[in-house]
């Protein structure tokens, strides 16, 4: 079946450092992607999103990747901070059965950075 | 903060028992969407109600069921418990659209429910 996943579980950097979390996905046909942030004990952030139909979009100190020939998303962090310690989720737009938007979530990333 | 708020923030049941989960969303948001976070793993789509019908489902048994009120706050009921019924349940909030940035979701902090 369609899946999105990540590959690396764990991803451990020194703070200052930039920091990359990459993202696998399998339907071919997904046309727009997000990225979220979930800090222990609180609910997904919103961080970053983009279409299909971009390369690459930048943010405040992130920018999120897409390589559509080989269906991988990555999401780079710059300068990380130790408040960037996180689970980082990327997900995909899919379509419920009533019609709905929802997003599909990978299994995550957990990002630690050390002062 | 989103502004997204849930209740209870933690609560314990035994197997067979019911519980009913409340989420109150962010102002002028009228679609809500429930999602179950098992430990270790990303959120999973329940259901998603707009303008206080059921919008889309994900695979979820029967005994997963909601409502939506007409200030848009909704409830997560799941009947029957099961162990494996433990876990994170997320609600989030959005206005309702088709068009990309319609699906920008706000999480609420979830409810951590555990069943023995």
């Known amino acids: 079946g369609e899946s999105v996943g990540l590959h690396l579980p764990t991803l451990s950097v020194q703070e200052g450092d930039n920091s990359i979390i990459n993202c696998a996905y399998s339907?071919?046909?997904?046309?727009?992607f997000i990225w979220y942030k979930q800090e222990s004990g609180k609910g997904p952030q919103f961080i970053i999103d983009?279409?299909?139909?971009?390369d690459k979009r930048q943010g405040q100190r992130v920018t999120v990747l897409l390589n559509k020939t080989v269906k991988h998303l990555s999401l780079q962090i710059a300068a990380t901070q130790p408040g960037d310690s996180a689970v980082y989720f990327c997900a995909e737009r899919g379509i419920a059965s009533g019609g709905s938007y929802i997003p599909t979530f990978g299994r995550g990333t957990s990002l630690i950075v050390h002062p | 903060e989103t502004g997204v708020t849930q209740s209870p923030t933690h609560l314990i049941k035994t197997r067979g028992q019911q519980v009913t989960l409340r989420c109150s969303s962010q102002s002028g948001h009228n679609t809500v969407s429930w999602y179950q976070q098992a430990l270790g793993q990303g959120p999973q789509f329940i259901f998603q109600?707009?303008?206080?019908?059921?919008?889309g489902r994900g695979n979820f048994p029967p005994r997963f069921s909601g409502l939506q009120f007409p200030n848009y706050s909704s409830e997560l009921n799941v009947n029957a418990l099961e162990l494996d019924d433990s876990a994170l349940y997320l609600c989030a909030s959005s206005l309702g659209g088709t068009g990309v940035g319609g699906e920008t979701q706000y999480f609420g902090p979830g409810t951590r429910l555990l069943v023995l």
């Open positions: 983009i279409r299909s139909n971009m």
């Open positions: 339907n071919s046909a997904s046309d727009y």
């Open positions: 109600y707009y303008r206080e019908e059921e919008n």
